[in-house]
């Protein structure tokens, strides 16, 4: 006999050829929400920033780039903090940014960065944060299939195509909004 009869796990639709089997699928389901939650996690003090609920609010002024090679740049910025008894700093800027470049913003105290605040800072932050959901469009038919449920796996699969439509409008859109 030359290919293998051999019926799926019980509950798992297992396809032909290797298979991580059904703890290795929960591994995989469990390790793709992680994925999902990594940048709501990195992104959510910035979007405070943002937000204006954290931070010093000031202005922030570009004044140098440097090249560094391979469309990379190195900007520093001049902070003017609203609050007299903060002292102006020099600090990095965006690598996106361009000498003479002014926007208020929010300096975090603590990593001495400073984000970008108003709506194009918001809609910049949301560039990493609809992230979340493009990962996650794709998980609930992913997990019918692999349980071998037919029924709703049509539409989980237009929902999941929605959903990451519509995170990619917003990150595109927060992209075009930092670099604005």
Same mark, same amino acid.
């Given at each position: ?11 798992? !639709? ?26 709501? /996690?990195?992104?959510?003090? #910035? ?20 090249? /560094? ?14 609050? #007299? ?34 709506? @194009? ?5 949301? !560039?990493?944060?609809?992230? @979340?959901? /493009?990962?996650? @469009? ?8 692999? /349980?071998?449920?037919? $029924?709703? $796996?049509?539409?989980?699969? =237009? ?16 992209? =075009?909004?930092?670099?604005?």
């Amino acid at each position: 006999m030359t290919g293998s009869t051999r019926p799926a796990a019980r509950g798992w !639709a297992m396809g032909r050829g290797r298979t991580p089997g059904p703890v290795g699928m929960y591994i995989l389901f469990v390790c793709w929400a992680v994925l999902g939650l990594v940048p709501v /996690l990195f992104s959510t003090h #910035d979007l405070k920033l943002a937000l204006g609920e954290a931070g010093a609010p000031g202005t922030l002024t570009v004044v140098s780039c440097e090249a /560094l090679g391979k469309g990379r740049y190195d900007c520093k910025g001049r902070f003017v903090p609203d609050d #007299d008894s903060l002292r102006t700093a020099v600090l990095q800027a965006s690598p996106d940014s361009h000498v003479g470049q002014t926007y208020r913003g929010r300096l975090d105290v603590e990593t001495d960065r400073v984000v970008r605040t108003g709506f @194009a800072g918001v809609l910049a932050q949301f !560039a990493l944060i609809g992230l @979340a959901p /493009l990962v996650w @469009a794709g998980l609930p038919y992913s997990v019918l299939f692999a /349980l071998g449920v037919r $029924r709703g $796996r049509k539409t989980a699969a =237009i929902i999941g195509v929605v959903v990451s439509v519509a995170s990619l409008l917003v990150v595109i859109a927060g992209v =075009i909004a930092a670099s604005a």
